[in-house]
């Protein structure tokens, strides 16, 4: 993030090390991993990416000798230094982070910013290329920063990996084999069997599955190691849901549960996330393994075939795109997929012809076209890390690229979250995947520029059926048919292009 929103100047090596130093220097310790703690630190690093000081540049070495092996494309990053930096902060927040507009909203009032609705009404026009690859790297690629001498910590290490084992052969007894008080902090309890016997449909009435719901040693060790991450656990009262411990894997793991909160154990740590309280979708577990909802029928792979099932986990099923998201079982009428997070989402796909009536349409089973085209969607937008409830995606314009082009699907996809919010995103489908901004799933209209077989350039925009794409910006004159608008640059392509839909 603050690699993007830096002013669009220097060398790629120098941008990526001053953004990391930031990104460094804005760490406040453990509160920062609490969600107002996240948000604060955002707001500290978009400041000072915002108006870097000249001092960042002084004392550089350390953070590039740590530069990951390869360095972004520098297509997005020159189109993005085109833009206001207000726009560039929202276009960033929208597009790359994945952040609800009201999210961006609230940001941009920390920055001050007088109008953030225009500013974000800006950045939504914005139309740039999707860059040659992709722009977000993984942590564990990168390398560590040294600005010290290694010796100290490399004894640390070693220390904390001794004291690691002595407690893990203790178990979970203190002195005269009393329990430690972070074990008596937070208990771990299963479902009551009267919430299962009343048939209640929440997550309060899963049951705990598992072969190791009896380990007491290693249940509190799971419990301890959550009450000791602070502010991953939610304030008030002692006790947390047992949903799962088992040999998931053939490693022991725990699956908790507080409220809207996920907390999955392992030999390797504590992972916390918010999952939302759907008591249907499925949890992840890790490893493309699912823990079902108890009554769940059989789950089928995407080719129909079965999928074995132990003690409420469904055997691997990761989605078998490049990027890891997407489809990746059958459960009945419904057809789930990863789209990042701790939840499997319900998948939902409609044809050219679908016409919104103002109500949800039922789930159903995706067939193959519709499997194909989320497989290409899934991996087209960034993971999305807050509790997906559903997502739609609508063909809302189908049809053969000018100029020599091949045929292309353009998409609106609309994914819902756990928290009542929605978003949406277009795509364009043809020999490659072009992410092509925002979206209204009621009135989808869409644009984006597009270089031709030939060499040349274009801006390209569709719209819903009912509706003609209107277009202002650096274009020549737009010819629109069969609500295909094709207008050439008349400056360079890529710069930003306002669009609208008008009644046909």
Known sequence: MAYFVLPGRGKRV?????????????ARGPRDRTAPGLARRRTRVLRRALRPSRRLQIGLGPWLRALPARLPDPALTAALAELDPHVRVAYVLLRIEGLPKYAVRDQLRELRVRDPWAVIDA???????????AERFDPAHLRPVRTRSVLPLATAAVLTAGLVAVLAHT??????????????????????????????????????RGDLTGDRAFLDRAAA?????????????????????????????ALMRRGDRIARYTAAGLDVATAGTDPSAPIALGGGRYLLAPGNPAPRALD??????????????????????GPLFHLGDRTFGDLGGARAAVLTFHSPAYEPSGRPSPPARLGPGAL???????????????????????????????????SADWFCTRTAYADGAADGTSALLARKAYA???????????GTWWQAPSGRWYYLAAAGAGLVPRARGPIGTPAVAHRLLVAPPERRPGAPVALTAAPR
């Open 14 to 26: 120098y941008r990526l090390a001053i953004a990391r130093r930031i990104v460094d220097g804005t």
């Open 123 to 133: 950045a939504c026009a914005v139309a740039i290329p999707v860059p040659r690859r």
């Open 171 to 208: 178990g979970s007894s203190g002195p005269g084999g009393t329990r430690p008080a972070a074990v008596r902090d937070l208990r771990l309890v299963p479902a009551a069997p009267s919430a299962r016997a009343g048939g209640a449909r929440t997550l309060d009435a899963w049951p705990a």
């Open 225 to 253: 190691a959550w009450a000791a991450a602070k502010g991953d656990r939610e304030p008030g009262g002692r006790t947390a849901q047992l949903l799962y411990a088992g040999r998931a894997g053939g490693a022991p793991l």
């Open 304 to 325: 129909g075939t079965g999928l074995p099932v132990r003690d409420g986990v469904v055997a691997p099923a990761p989605a078998r795109t490049p990027c890891g998201r």
């Open 372 to 406: 194909k085209a989320w497989s290409r969607l899934g991996c087209l937008g960034p993971a999305r890390h807050r509790p997906v409830t559903g997502a739609m995606a609508w063909n809302f314009w189908s049809g053969t690229l000018p100029h020599g082009g091949a």
């Open 436 to 446: 092509t901004g925002a979206c209204d799933a009621r009135r989808p209209v869409a």
